[in-house]
């Protein structure tokens, strides 16, 4: 025990004596790091959180808040980390002086200016993060920070050619994050010297022109996100080569042509494609179910032709599924084998083929789909027959979207069992019979619309029990009886449609009730009476509709 205190004393002694023997000496690096520091300070003109506080005399700068020195008794500083500060001013040259510093964090503040070039010579900086501040103009030259791995330059307004890939940047770049910016200029050819970049992130610039074929020769690279640009040309084929990519976003871009056919045996590890939003044509390559980790696919809003590949079921990850927005087909029997196949994917949780051109019978394989799917789009179709009864397995439906077929028969009872349901579109078919009941039942409903069907029967006055109901839309169809009262007790509703029915009865005055209403449509019906006074409570409503019916009376509004 003794010993031991001792060696430390001695120890300490040692140190101090050896700090005495430097301070005798002439300016040292720790001095310069302290002014560097002090500098910084001064070129911040608000700190709402008085991060800056701490920076005084009477304690050690390496005990400043976010400031970090080497374990060592150099008294260096290698962090720098005051990210989300609320930070106000300009990023100071002085920085650049920090020569020991590895990481600097500053993301989420309101630092202004350009970046200081001289941060472009920190020969140790690993971590450089200025994400989401209001910095511009140009992103300066970091050929000579020859340590660094990860940039984050995101969420700021730098504008320029993709600057940070000039041809001599260090190659240990791993990850480079310069989303949401206004940079301009093509991708350069170079990119394919960075063999080290596993994460390129360039999403939201105006960064245009064909993708470079340099770009397959980065053997690491996990993600490559650049939509939201204005890239141009066909699908780059080096891009086949990614070997290790998991994450391949293209989507919103001008990329035109058909997908190599062999797209889905190039990536082992790809999770995730999205193309959605570029001009793209052909098939679908059936390919794609052979990249076997896929979760989600979204090649929407393109111009491809062809069937879904009925092989898609093979993708046994996959969660999400969107189609829309394409010329497909389903004519035959076999065009709708895809569904069936999908019935494979029990994980599936979305599944949109909206704005296609299918045609013929939704097959009854619609049933056996994942008990998990939230999300069924088949609108804007040609597709016929009725709905699948077996649609009211899938117990976990959020959102059913039917709407612009040439659906017939009744609007199934079964769907009030659907307790998850927050929308049912069903509008613009040739859905006949009543209005069910049961729908009361899906207490989750907000968005309820059959309008343009041929409908009859009463509106069921259960469906006040829908207690977050916002809008609901039975126009155009035949229904009479009256109008439920219950409906506008509803304190959420916001819009109601019931024109061009055969309703009659008088106006319920419960319409006063429903102080978020602002739309109701009551038009062409034969409703009679008196127009209740209480309407003039709603005080929401924007717009009302009562012509062609046989009421009488007029409404005064309290509020302007
Ligand atoms: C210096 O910083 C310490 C630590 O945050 C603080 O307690 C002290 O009040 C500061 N001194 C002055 C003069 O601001
Ligand atoms: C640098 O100088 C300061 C005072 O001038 C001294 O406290 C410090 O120990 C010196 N650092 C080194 C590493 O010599
Ligand atoms: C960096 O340090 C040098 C001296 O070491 C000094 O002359 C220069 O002004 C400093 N630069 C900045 C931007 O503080
Ligand atoms: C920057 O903002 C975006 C969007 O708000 C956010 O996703 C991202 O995590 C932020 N970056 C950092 C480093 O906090
Ligand atoms: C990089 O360092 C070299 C040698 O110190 C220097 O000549 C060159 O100008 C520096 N480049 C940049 C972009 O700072
Ligand atoms: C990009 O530039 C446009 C036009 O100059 C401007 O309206 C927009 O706000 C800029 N966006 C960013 C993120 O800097
Ligand atoms: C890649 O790096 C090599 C050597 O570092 C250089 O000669 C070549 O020009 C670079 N390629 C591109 C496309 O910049
Ligand atoms: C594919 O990658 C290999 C090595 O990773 C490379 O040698 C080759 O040039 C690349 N081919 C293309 C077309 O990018
Ligand atoms: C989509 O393809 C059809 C025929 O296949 C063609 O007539 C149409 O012009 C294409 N649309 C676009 C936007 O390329
Ligand atoms: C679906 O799974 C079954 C059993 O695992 C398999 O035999 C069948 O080929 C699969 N179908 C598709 C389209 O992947
Ligand atoms: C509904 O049926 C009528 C009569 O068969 C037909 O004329 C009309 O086009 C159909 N509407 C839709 C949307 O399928
Ligand atoms: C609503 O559900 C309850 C119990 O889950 C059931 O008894 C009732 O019949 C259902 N109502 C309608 C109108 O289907």
Redesign the pocket.
């Known amino acids: 025990m003794t010993m031991g205190i001792i060696t430390v004393g001695q120890f300490l002694l040692l140190l101090m004596a050896c700090n005495a023997h430097v301070a005798v000496g002439s300016f040292n690096g720790s001095q310069s790091d302290r002014i560097s520091l002090l500098e910084f300070k001064k070129a911040i003109s608000d700190d709402p959180q008085r991060v800056f506080m701490s920076w005084n005399d009477s304690i050690h700068f390496c005990s400043w808040e976010g400031v970090l020195c080497r374990l060592k008794n150099l008294h260096r500083v290698t962090s720098l980390d005051l990210g989300g500060r609320g930070l106000v001013g300009t990023i100071s040259p002085s920085l650049g002086n920090l020569t020991f510093l590895k990481y600097l964090f500053l993301p989420n503040n309101g630092f202004i200016g350009e970046i200081p070039p001289s941060l472009g010579h920190l020969p140790r900086i690993q971590y450089l993060c200025l994400s989401n501040n209001t910095l511009q103009g140009q992103t300066p030259d970091f050929a000579n920070c020859s340590s660094l791995k990860k940039l984050w330059l995101d969420g700021n307004h730098f504008v320029g050619q993709m600057p940070i890939l000039l041809?001599?940047m260090p190659?240990r770049l791993q990850y480079l994050q310069i989303s949401r910016n206004n940079l301009t200029g093509t991708i350069?050819?170079?990119?394919?010297?960075f063999t080290t970049l596993a994460w390129l992130y360039a999403t939201y610039n105006q960064i245009h022109g064909e993708i470079p074929s340099?770009i397959g020769n980065l053997p690491v690279l996990q993600v490559f996100e650049v939509m939201r640009n204005k890239l141009s040309g066909k699908f780059q084929l080096a891009i086949l080569n990614l070997s290790s990519i998991v994450d391949l976003r293209l989507s919103s871009n001008y990329l035109n042509g058909e997908l190599p056919s062999s797209l889905g045996s190039s990536f082992p590890n790809l999770q995730f494609i999205s193309l959605y939003h570029n001009l793209f044509n052909g098939h679908i390559p059936s390919s794609l179910a052979n990249a076997s980790k896929l979760i989600m696919v979204d090649l929407s809003d393109n111009n491809f032709t062809g069937v879904v590949p009925s092989s898609i079921g093979k993708l046994e990850e996959l969660w999400g599924l969107n189609l829309e927005i394409n010329q497909l087909h389903a004519r035959s029997k076999q065009d709708w084998d895809f569904m069936y196949s999908l019935t494979n994917c029990t994980k599936l949780w979305g599944l949109s083929l909206a704005d296609n051109q299918l045609e013929g019978q939704i097959p009854d394989s619609l049933g056996n789909l994942s008990m998990g799917l939230q999300m069924l789009y088949l609108g804007i179709n040609r597709i016929s027959g009725s709905i699948p009864t077996g649609i009211a397995n899938l117990r976990s439906l959020n959102y059913l979207a039917l709407g612009g077929n040439h659906l017939t028969g009744a609007i199934l009872e079964q769907l009030g069992n659907l307790e998850n349901l927050r929308q049912i579109l069903l509008p613009n078919n040739n859905f006949t019979g009543h209005i069910p009941s049961s729908l009361s039942n899906s207490t989750q409903l907000i968005y309820l619309t059959m309008y343009n069907n041929q409908l009859d029967g009463n509106i069921p006055p259960s469906l006040g029990k829908l207690k977050v109901l916002q809008v609901i839309d039975f126009s155009y169809n035949k229904l009479h009886g009256r109008i439920p009262k219950e409906i506008f007790n509803i304190p959420t509703i916001e819009i109601v449609d019931f024109s061009f029915n055969s309703l009659d009865g008088p106006l319920p005055p419960e319409i006063g009730n429903a102080k978020q209403l602002e739309y109701l449509y009551l038009s062409s019906n034969n409703l009679s009476g008196a127009i209740p006074d209480m309407i003039g409570n709603c005080e929401s409503l924007l717009e009302l509709k009562l012509d062609q019916n046989f009421l009488i009376g007029s409404i005064s509004f309290q509020h302007p």
């Open positions: 041809d001599n190659t350069p050819p170079c990119i394919g010297n340099q």
